[in-house]
Antibody
Framework: EVQLVQSGAEVKKAGESLEISCKGSGFTFTRNWIGWVRQMPGKGLELMGVIYPGDSETRYSPSFQGQVTISADKSTNTAYLQWNSLKASDTAMYYC????????????WGQGTQVTVSS | QSVLTQPPSVSGTPGQRVTVSCSGSRSNIETNTVNWYQQHPGRAPKLLVFRNNERSSGVPDRFSASKSGTSASLAISGLQSDDEAHYFCSTWDDTLIAWVFGGGTNLTVL
């Protein structure tokens, strides 16, 4: 079964650093793009960026360039989303998902990681 | 402000047919395929339709989608209480060089 399992909920303070993870199984991790999607409370979906673990090519959506770092570890089939200095506005649910190459749809999705940042 | 425009909410009674619209532009919907996602409260989004009108595995044929010009739509017939969820459209934008999502539509089954 193709599956993405994300790390657990995080509660942090503004200014702290954070890395959340997304572990893939049931598919060839290095041959699929993995995307990270933000959903702020009560809001819609925003693609933050994507990574191709095979060669670590990473593309960021303009709004998120310089705000986060996306990386992947081929040896553990895990993608990461990292912040160096969190802001209260980073409070959101974060999802990872496989980007299907044939047409760019996202499937399947991880279960989500809630990040709460207090000021 | 989302690149793709969806109505914030739609509603219907059990058994009815409802449609969710998704309006875009030449740089996104008109030139690329559209995908639809369903998100129940507190759950991760789930792929519903890909490549404009192909249902994902396990999605009942009560769900159908189409695209014309710069707009797309999702239709749900034989409305059921479990259809109550948020629905998002998504596609690639050639100008932004990124995948974009609509703001989402909250479907209420009365």
């Amino acid at each position: 079964e193709v599956q993405l399992v994300q790390s657990g909920a995080e509660v942090k303070k503004a200014g702290e650093s954070l890395e959340i993870s997304c572990k893939g199984s049931g598919f060839t991790f290095t041959r699929n793009w993995i995307g990270w999607v933000r959903q702020m409370p009560g809001k819609g979906l925003e693609l933050m960026g994507v990574i191709y673990p095979g060669d670590s090519e990473t593309r960021y959506s303009p709004s998120f360039q310089g705000q986060v770092t996306i990386s992947a570890d081929k040896s553990t089939n895990t993608a990461y989303l990292q912040w160096n200095s969190l802001k209260a506005s980073d409070t959101a649910m974060y999802y990872c998902a496989i980007v299907q190459p044939a047409g760019g749809w996202f499937d399947p999705w991880g279960q989500g990681t809630q990040v709460t940042v207090s000021s | 402000q989302s690149v793709l425009t969806q109505p914030p909410s739609v509603s219907g009674t059990p058994g009815q047919r409802v449609t969710v619209s998704c309006s875009g532009s030449r740089s996104n919907i008109e030139t690329n395929t559209v995908n639809w996602y369903q998100q129940h409260p507190g759950r991760a989004p789930k792929l519903l339709v890909f490549r404009n009108n192909e249902r994902s595995s396990g999605v009942p044929d009560r769900f159908s989608a189409s695209k014309s010009g710069t707009s797309a739509s999702l239709a749900i017939s034989g409305l059921q209480s479990d259809d109550e969820a948020h629905y998002f459209c998504s596609t690639w934008d050639d100008t932004l060089i990124a995948w974009v999502f609509g703001g989402g539509t909250n479907l209420t089954v009365l």
